[in-house]
């Protein structure tokens, strides 16, 4: 698979979006814990659209940019509505609105109880097991606008904005597997670490 030039140490804004694609285990840059952007500039707008671009190829509903290759502290996603929508309090939205969301420099405050419920991940194919999360959080980020807003969000959004902050801190939805899953994705996640090499 080819390897993104970029370094690590390169400034926030040199960085060209056709280069970018999907990263998967055992790259290293998905162990890094992401840096903040700062101020949002063109390009970081032009990388968020060719991440949104990676993720509706892909097929996923949200994706971090360490998992394209840059360790910054942004995520973007699109969370459909759930048909079956939870009971979520008053003030907490479950999906998107069908509309995409570029969140950066996000900051989290987890609530509620933690629930358990089957995920993947782009950077992990054929890799499924059970993650417990809280079943609430609230987030302020900044958006691709410069400015800081505040989201609170519940269900499938708040497992999937809790799922891209961990991409920002380095750690992969196989460290939060209980002891079945990790026997039962061990093999996969050999396939995967053999084909890197």
């Known amino acids: 698979m080819p390897q993104h030039a970029q370094s690590t140490s390169e400034p926030i804004g040199?960085?060209?979006?056709?280069?970018?694609?999907?990263?998967?285990?055992?790259?290293?840059?998905?162990?890094?814990?992401?840096?903040?952007?700062?101020?949002?500039?063109?390009?970081?707008?032009?990388?968020?659209?060719?991440?949104?671009?990676?993720?509706h190829e892909e097929e996923g509903i949200g994706l971090a940019a360490p998992q394209v290759g840059l360790?910054?502290?942004?995520?973007?996603?699109?969370?459909?509505?759930?048909?079956?929508?939870?009971?979520?309090?008053?003030?907490?939205?479950?999906?998107?609105?069908?509309?995409?969301?570029?969140?950066?420099?996000?900051?989290l405050t987890p609530g509620g109880a933690p629930d358990s419920f089957e995920e993947g991940c782009l950077s992990l194919p054929d890799i499924r097991g059970q993650i417990n999360r809280q079943i609430e959080v609230s987030m302020e980020a900044t958006g691709l606008d410069g400015n800081r807003f505040t989201i609170n969000a519940a269900g499938l959004l708040a497992r999937c904005i809790q799922h891209e902050v961990d991409h920002l801190n380095g750690v992969l939805i196989i460290d939060k597997?209980?002891?079945?899953?990790?026997?039962?994705?061990?093999?996969?996640?050999?396939?995967?670490?053999?084909?890197?090499?």
Request: with cysteine.
């Open 71 to 107: 360790p910054w502290r942004m995520f973007v996603c699109l969370v459909p509505e759930d048909p079956i929508p939870g009971a979520s309090p008053e003030g907490f939205q479950e999906d998107t609105a069908g509309q995409p969301l570029v969140c950066i420099d996000p900051d």
């Open 177 to 197: 597997f209980g002891q079945l899953d990790r026997l039962r994705t061990r093999s996969a996640l050999r396939r995967l670490e053999r084909k890197a090499r």
């Open 14 to 55: 040199s960085i060209d979006p056709a280069g970018l694609h999907l990263r998967f285990h055992p790259d290293a840059v998905l162990r890094t814990k992401a840096r903040p952007v700062g101020e949002v500039t063109d390009n970081v707008r032009e990388v968020a659209q060719r991440m949104l671009q990676i993720m």
